[in-house]
């Protein structure tokens, strides 16, 4: 099963404790099925020390999310949808929005 998602994508998380909020995807981890967004579900890191972190303590970053949990958020009609796949006239294989049938990806 192909992931319909892909990274800089608009999403909102549906379920959990962050459910209704709203990000870009930053990456994508399709053996796990996981996704890191962009302001949503921060966690803390207790860091040492590091170049990374030349002061170290606990750091604040995102953390994964389940890809079941979000949901796709339409360019054009600005609700979350459903995906589906399509074959234009050229050979392309784009993303289509299955609540408006416009094209995602452009």
């Not at 990000?23 to 399709?30: D, E, F, N």
């Not at 966690?43 to 590091?50: A, N, Q, V, Y």
């Not at 002061?55 to 459903?82: A, F």
């Amino acid at each position: 099963m192909g992931l319909k998602i892909k990274k800089s994508d608009k999403v909102i998380v549906i379920s959990g404790k962050e459910k209704g909020k709203q990000g870009r995807i930053l990456s994508i981890m399709p053996k796990k099925n996981r996704v890191i967004i962009e302001r949503v579900n921060m966690i803390k890191r207790h860091m040492k020390p590091s170049r990374q972190y030349s002061q170290g303590g606990i750091i604040e970053k995102e953390g994964t999310l389940h890809i079941s949990k979000i949901m796709l958020v339409c360019p054009r009609c600005q609700k979350p949808s459903r995906i589906s796949n399509h074959i234009l006239d050229d050979g392309r294989k784009v993303r289509l929005c299955k609540r408006c049938k416009e094209v995602i990806d452009q």
